[in-house]
């Protein structure tokens, strides 16, 4: 299992940064999973004349998995839906970061019971990665 720093896992990509936001794309509309929200910092930037690397954030999940744990926890809407974020170094090389599941677990004092409802993002970033 990858390491996290500051709560947050970083597990490097075999892919482009699109070709793995691509790979997450298809694997969430596959499992049923709804994207609320692709956002581009990279071309938001691009188009205020600013330059970064390619850097995408993908804001997803499933009503059903995560109203459960926000009745439970009600501060765990401040960090739901899951989110992975998908960046570019400045070596080119691609990485996939997240909130570790333990990190939102102890965080917000979600119930063990629901802690799977929101460990489903370490397989989906590891599925995109690979």
């Known amino acids: 299992m990858p390491e996290s720093t500051n709560g947050i896992v970083t597990v490097p990509s075999l892919h482009s940064v699109n070709q793995t936001i691509q790979k997450l794309e298809t694997i969430l509309a596959a ?3 709804t994207l609320f929200a692709l956002i581009d910092h990279g071309g938001e930037a691009e188009k205020v004349g600013l330059r970064m690397h390619p850097t995408k954030l993908l804001i997803f999940g499933n009503p ?3 109203t459960p744990v ?3 926890s009600p501060g765990i809407a401040i960090d739901l839906p899951l989110k992975i974020l998908v960046w570019e170094d ?3 090389k691609v990485w996939v970061s997240y909130n570790a599941t333990a990190y939102l677990q ?3 004092a979600v119930p ?13 970033a590891a599925m995109a990665a690979g």
């Open 31 to 33: 499992k049923g999973v």
């Open 64 to 66: 059903k998995a995560g």
């Open 70 to 72: 926000m009745i439970a």
């Open 90 to 92: 400045s070596g080119g």
């Open 106 to 108: 102890t965080r917000h």
């Open 112 to 124: 063990p019971e629901l802690v799977q409802n929101i460990g489903v993002v370490e397989a989906l």
